[in-house]
C-alpha cells in the first residue's frame, strides 16, 4: 500500500442497528500496512492515557506521556527518558509501546520507541540508517527496517 492511493467507500446498510458500524479491510495480502491499519481502526476509540504508571525499584512513578521522550532497553532494563530524569523500570518494549496507546510514538528500533513531538531532526548514520536527535540533545539510531514507518509517520 505504500506510495499508493487507499480506496475508501461508504456502503449504507439498513440491516444495520443505530449506532453500528461494520468495517471490512480488503487487500491482496495481509502486510504489515494492513495490520497497522486494522490496529488503528481496533483503537479508534480507545482512550489515550495522559500519565502512564512506571515502577521502579522503591516506588511507582506517574510520569505524563507527553514528558517521554525516548524508551530503550537494554536487556530487561527499560530506560524512560523526559526532560526531567531517566527512569529505570523493568519488562518489555513491546508491553511498554502497547501501554502507551498514542499515536506520537514510534518504534524506531528493536531497543528504541521515541516521541515524534520531541523529534528535532535526523541525521544520516551508518549502514543505511539514520540517527534521531530528540530534546535534551539525546541520540537514537533508527535503524532501516523502522525508518520507513518513521518517514509515513513525518509525512515523508
Known amino acids: 500500500m505504500e506510495g499508493k492511493d487507499m480506496d475508501i467507500h461508504f456502503h449504507l446498510d439498513k440491516e444495520l442497528k443505530a449506532g453500528e458500524v461494520d468495517i471490512t479491510v480488503t487487500a491482496n495480502q495481509k502486510s504489515a500496512?494492513?495490520?497497522?491499519?486494522?490496529?488503528?481502526?481496533?483503537?479508534?476509540?480507545?482512550?489515550?492515557?495522559?500519565?502512564?504508571?512506571?515502577?521502579?525499584?522503591?516506588?511507582?512513578?506517574?510520569?505524563?506521556?507527553?514528558?517521554?521522550?525516548?524508551?530503550?532497553?537494554?536487556?530487561?532494563?527499560?530506560?524512560?527518558?523526559?526532560?526531567?530524569?531517566v527512569i529505570s523500570t523493568t519488562g518489555r518494549l513491546y508491553a511498554f509501546y502497547a501501554r502507551l496507546k498514542n499515536m506520537n510514538f514510534i518504534q524506531v528500533s528493536k531497543h528504541a520507541i521515541l516521541n515524534v513531538d520531541h523529534l528535532i531532526s535526523l541525521e544520516d548514520s551508518f549502514a543505511g540508517g539514520m540517527t534521531a536527535i530528540l530534546t535534551g540533545k539525546l541520540k537514537t539510531s533508527v535503524s532501516r527496517k523502522y525508518l520507513s514507518d518513521l518517514e509515513q509517520k513525518l509525512g515523508l
Open 33 to 85: 500496512e494492513v495490520a497497522k491499519i486494522i490496529d488503528y481502526l481496533q483503537n479508534y476509540q480507545a482512550e489515550i492515557p495522559n500519565v502512564i504508571p512506571i515502577k521502579t525499584a522503591d516506588k511507582v512513578l506517574l510520569v505524563k506521556t507527553q514528558d517521554i521522550i525516548l524508551v530503550d532497553i537494554s536487556g530487561t532494563q527499560l530506560f524512560v527518558y523526559t526532560p526531567q530524569r
